[in-house]
């Protein structure tokens, strides 16, 4: 089982980028799959989460509003579109599984700066 991350990059204040997320050994529809993020010295913060049912998403409020998550079960790739984006969300961005008892994979994560 593995997730890699990836998409992330320079991105000016304002701007829009989009994350993808691919499963490899497992199907993701099958989870529910979250993005988190962190800054170095500060926690691991879960921003957006999509469960099995794909009604079923959660936006921390720091994102709410800005950020979506979405699924492509034929692609088995989750992604996450970033607008309006602003400096606080610098971070480096990773995807991890859900086995329902906490998170159990996590993919590399990928960087993304904010910055003009």
């Known amino acids: 089982v593995q997730l890699q991350a990836s998409g992330g990059g320079l991105v000016q204040p304002g701007g829009s980028l989009t994350l993808s997320c691919v499963g490899d050994g497992f199907t993701l529809d099958r989870y529910a799959i979250g993005w988190f993020r962190q800054v170095p010295g500060k926690e691991r913060e879960e921003i957006s989460c999509?469960?099995?049912?794909?009604?079923?998403?959660y936006y921390a409020n720091t994102v709410k509003g800005r950020f979506t998550i979405s699924r492509d079960n034929v692609k088995n790739m989750l992604y996450l579109q970033m607008n309006s984006m602003k400096s606080e969300d610098t971070a480096v961005y990773y995807c991890a599984r859900d086995s329902g008892n906490g998170m159990d994979y996590w993919g590399k994560g990928t960087q993304v700066t904010v910055s003009s």
């Open positions: 999509i469960g099995v049912v794909d009604g079923i998403k």
